[in-house]
């Protein structure tokens, strides 16, 4: 009987935020929604892409380069920061745990673009050796534990090693084939690296050569997962500079100014 | 009055409804948001053509900086990227300037001052789509061209659209919608405020990107002709897609104006409706 009372005043709030949102505003209608969601794109596109290329985007360019430990190191660190932010700002202003499927989403896009038209059609490069990497699933997961956690801290914790080992784990699917062994000139080299041969990348540092340092198969193949592991805490590192930039860089200056003095 | 004041000022929404044959609204596509698609139209009409451009030259005219080709075909286009968008910058920002200083300290409807800010999100939302291009569409093929090609001179054929068009206009498109703002959303952006912390990041990420362009050519002269994306030095162009987040502030500050417009409205229809059309607080 006690509850009831509580009970009330819960279905009476839920009524007023029922009101508020089928509320019939003058000048506020969807069209300021779909411009803001649509605009949006674009700039989170570009944030999550050159974030991505500048901090990681060798190790995601070439399937080759998708092999050697950096890559599910610093490929967890430099995704997951603009989902976060845009987690942050999407559960500030409505409570909405999609930021990081919105983000994952735009940079699918805007890297599938990317290569399809700035690799494959201008440079000649095939598809199947400069493919990006797809964050959407890992996002999902992120945005699903915020929600049901309603924590950063712990969403950090534990989305940051889950992220690691999901981008990891929903790329290795595409990536599998090639890294298969193929007899090549006397030698025994993965599908992806004979691409690196075939197709000449005159520019970049040491295409000459074939360097077997810091391969995911070394040491029997475990330095895969102690990669995974560092990449996990890399990837909560990687999570909290995200808060800073949609915490601080975002929200915090909303109605703030800078005053002369 | 204010209604006569600002029948005599270009493009406002209180110099009244055409006749179309129904009430126009500051928020239809036709009213608010026509910088909207204009803007971005140009941008993509601009993109194009510089994609173009490099899809038919790039090979054949641009891999020797020192040939006669490369001097006609690319340092031509550099230049002409430069006067146009020195053109265009002098235009726009002249004439949001002069027509500022008229409508400056005269009064406004409130649904004039929500078209406004549907201008500004327009503005804000053709710098979306110039930064998207800037950093992700073009870097893509300046990843996939230095790292396949050797480079002679910091112009080359994806530097000069990207670096020496697109980086610039992103800081022309940020500093005008300020400069928009600033003469006419006073609620916000007037001078007696301050600077806006929102647009202080977003001008200063289009600002610091372009001066991350003589470091980037420094480096590439100095350390490694070669390419390679994740290298210390261009680092320091991931500041700008974060110091761009400036941007959700814009969205967010504009949008609790919004809302105290909407408030300022009902207030004004509860007491009299006659105040409907008073001037904004």
Redesign the interface.
């Known amino acids: 009987m006690a509850a009831a009372p509580q009970t009330v005043a819960e279905r009476q709030k839920r009524l007023e935020l029922r009101a508020l949102l089928n509320k019939r ?5 969807r ?2 929604d779909l ?2 969601w ?6 989170v ?7 991505k ?7 995601d ?1 070439w399937t080759d380069w998708k092999d050697p430990q950096w890559w599910p190191v ?1 490929t967890a660190f430099a995704t997951i920061i ?1 989902p976060s ?1 845009l987690q942050y ?1 999407q559960w500030a ?1 409505w409570r909405f745990p999609t930021g990081a499927t919105y983000t994952a989403v735009c940079f699918f896009m ?2 599938w ?3 399809y ?3 494959h ?3 000649s ?1 095939p598809m199947n050796f ?1 493919w990006p990497i797809s964050t959407v699933c890992a996002a999902i997961i992120l945005d699903w534990l915020l929600m049901k956690t309603k924590s950063f801290i712990l969403t950090s914790l534990i989305g940051g090693p889950i992220w690691a080992l999901l981008v990891w784990a929903f790329n290795y699917i595409p990536l599998a084939p090639f890294l298969q062994p193929a007899y090549f000139m006397n030698h025994v080299l993965t599908v992806a690296d004979i691409q690196g041969i075939v197709y ?6 040491e295409y000459l050569r074939l360097i077997e340092r810091g391969a995911l198969r070394s040491f029997l193949g475990e330095t895969q997962y102690v990669s995974l592991v560092f990449g996990g805490t890399m990837a909560v590192l990687g999570y909290w500079i995200g808060q800073f ?2 915490r601080y ?12 003095v | 009055m204010a209604q006569s004041q600002a029948a005599k000022l270009p493009r406002d929404f209180d110099s009244g409804p055409i006749a179309t044959g129904r009430e126009q ?3 239809d ?1 036709g009213v608010g ?1 026509t910088s ?1 698609f204009w803007g971005s139209a140009l941008v993509m009409a601009a993109n194009l053509f510089l ?1 173009f451009w ?2 038919e030259f ?1 090979f054949t005219k641009g891999l020797n900086s020192a040939s006669p080709e490369f001097t006609m075909y690319y340092r031509t286009l550099f230049w002409g990227e430069l006067i146009v968008l020195g053109a265009f910058t002098g235009i726009w920002y002249g004439w949001l300037i002069r027509t500022g200083r008229e409508i400056a300290n005269q009064p406004f409807s ?2 004039e001052e ?1 078209r406004r800010i549907a201008v500004l ?2 503005i ?2 053709v ?3 110039s ?11 300046d ?9 002679d001179t910091a112009l080359t054929p994806t530097h000069i659209p990207m670096f020496y068009f697109f980086f610039p206009l992103s800081v022309v498109l940020a500093l005008g919608a300020y400069i928009y703002g600033n003469s006419r959303i006073p609620a ?1 952006y007037s001078r007696d ?6 647009f ?2 977003l001008i200063s990420a289009a600002v610091l990107e372009c001066m991350e362009v003589a470091f980037n050519e420094w480096g590439h002269s100095l350390w ?7 290298v210390p030095f ?2 320091p ?2 500041a ?10 814009v ?3 504009t ?2 104006r ?2 105290e ?2 408030k300022a ?1 009902e207030v004004a229809n509860g007491v009299t409706p006659a105040e409907s059309q008073a001037v904004a607080d």
């Open positions: 505003y003058k000048w506020i209608d069209k300021w411009v803001f649509i605009t949006a794109i674009f700039v596109a570009g944030a999550a892409d050159i974030t290329q500048l901090f990681a985007g060798d190790w360019f610093i603009i932010a700002i202003a805007a890297a673009v990317g290569r038209f700035q690799w059609v201008a440079e490069y400069v000449i990348r005159s520019q970049t540092p930039i949609g860089l975002a929200v915090w200056p909303i109605r703030r100014y800078l005053k002369t | 609204h500051p928020t596509w948001w909207l994609w490099d899809y790039a409130r649904a929500v999100w327009s804000i939302g710098t979306s789509l930064i998207y291009i800037e950093a992700s569409f073009w870097p893509n093929w990843g996939s061209w230095h790292q396949t090609l050797v480079r916000l405020k301050g600077f806006p912390w929102s202080f990041l490694i002709s070669e390419e390679f994306f994740a261009h680092w162009f991931v700008y897609g974060w110091l761009a987040s400036g941007m959700f502030a969205w967010g500050e949008i609790l919004l809302f417009i909407e409205e």
